[in-house]
């Protein structure tokens, strides 16, 4: 028997989230909740995160620019978090202690996807 394998379609959702991702951007940052309310569904912020997980390679997108709502950088380990720190502080984004970014100052202000 011959079987052919695929790889999965991107849903309309993921798609969207991919376009946002890729848009963020240098020096600014989005937040998961932020994401996933842009595109189309304001409670998938974890669903953000898994795509962002095995979708940042494939698609190449700046992970390091998606923090979580209270500005932190929300990795595990301390060396991935002091990864995305350095990544950061590259694009000009001042990291303060606790790896916190000021969303005042370096949240990305988009207010529909309908403009990238």
């Not at 669903?47 to 962002?52: H, K």
Request: charged share 25%.
């Amino acid at each position: 028997m011959n079987k052919r394998w695929c790889l999965p379609i991107p849903s309309d959702f993921t798609e969207k989230i991919i376009r946002i991702i890729k848009n963020i951007p240098n020096g600014k940052v989005l937040t998961y909740g932020f994401i996933a309310k842009l595109a189309g569904n304001p409670r998938a912020a974890r669903q953000v995160s898994w795509i962002l997980h095995s979708s940042s390679k494939k698609y190449n997108l700046p992970w390091h620019r998606v923090i979580n709502s209270k500005g932190n950088i929300a990795l595990n380990s301390i060396e991935d978090r002091e990864y995305q720190k350095s990544l950061l502080e590259q694009e000009g984004i001042v990291i303060t202690e606790g790896f916190r970014v000021d969303l005042k100052k370096y949240l990305w202000k988009i207010e529909s996807i309908k403009k990238i």
